[in-house]
């Protein structure tokens, strides 16, 4: 059987070697045919069941060359879930092939927790997407990381909460107006009226249409507040024309 597996894979043929079974008694042969059969379902498009298969060799062999070699295949899996969109099954992958502490790993393991979050977010799904845009802070704690945190905790209706993260993402140039915008806005329905006025007199020039068009809505929020309804829906009317 690992002669069948081996030259099917060899030769360019590994449909070969997808239906073969070792007999239940086998000891030897068994790892490294189940390792061979891997490879083989993973050249002929079946990663689905391979994965799982390699993942098991993986947990019944010490040869060096064939963790290291399952390791990468994991690695690629991972990469190219991620990029399908597919950021759970990503994570899992990833996590089984070099846990969370690996430092090439650990960063894509923090974004696709993030975008995860930010769909879960979308969808609706307010304790998934908690819970994954926080593990993307405990891993990374990037900007962005706590920008989007502080989207989810204020549509789940945390404004005191989102209003930090808000402000821990103001630094990055990125997310500055953004970040201090979205502040201002989690302060307003944290009833900090006086500190979310100060905030949107502090905000910088918008770059583009969509952050001016934010910072507009904001600085309406502050009029309304001041009880300035004329101010107010001048730039209500502005934004809705733009």
Not at 66 to 89: D, M, N, P, W
Not at 160 to 174: C, H, P, T
Request: with cysteine; hydrophobic share 40%; charged share 25%.
């Amino acid at each position: 059987l690992v002669s069948l597996a081996y030259n099917a894979l060899k030769c360019g043929q590994p449909q070969r070697a997808l239906t073969a079974q070792p007999s239940p008694d086998a000891t030897g042969p068994n790892v490294r045919f189940d390792y061979l059969q891997a490879l083989c379902r993973l050249k002929a498009g079946r990663a689905g069941e391979a994965i799982p298969q390699l993942v098991n060799v993986s947990r019944r062999t010490n040869d060096p060359a064939v963790q290291k070699t399952i390791e990468k295949l994991q690695r690629q899996r991972g990469h190219a879930l991620f990029s399908h969109g597919r950021y759970h099954e990503a994570i899992g992958t990833w996590k089984t092939a070099c846990g969370t502490e690996d430092p090439e790993v650990r960063p894509r393991i923090a974004e696709a927790y993030l975008r995860l979050g930010v769909e879960c977010m979308r969808a609706g799904k307010g304790d998934d997407a908690t819970r994954s845009v926080e593990a993307a802070v405990n891993l990374r704690g990037s900007p962005a990381d706590s920008y989007y945190a502080g989207l989810v905790a204020l549509s789940g209706g945390r404004p005191e909460d989102a209003a930090a993260l808000f402000e821990k993402a103001a630094g990055a140039a990125a997310f500055t107006l953004r970040a201090r915008a979205h502040r201002a806005i989690a302060l307003f329905a944290s009833r900090k009226n006086d500190e979310a006025k100060q905030a949107v007199a502090g905000l910088p020039a918008a770059r583009g249409d969509r952050e001016e068009i934010l910072a507009s809505w904001v600085k309406a929020m502050a009029h309304v507040a001041a009880k300035e309804n004329a101010p107010a829906t001048r730039l209500v009317k502005e934004i809705h024309e733009s």
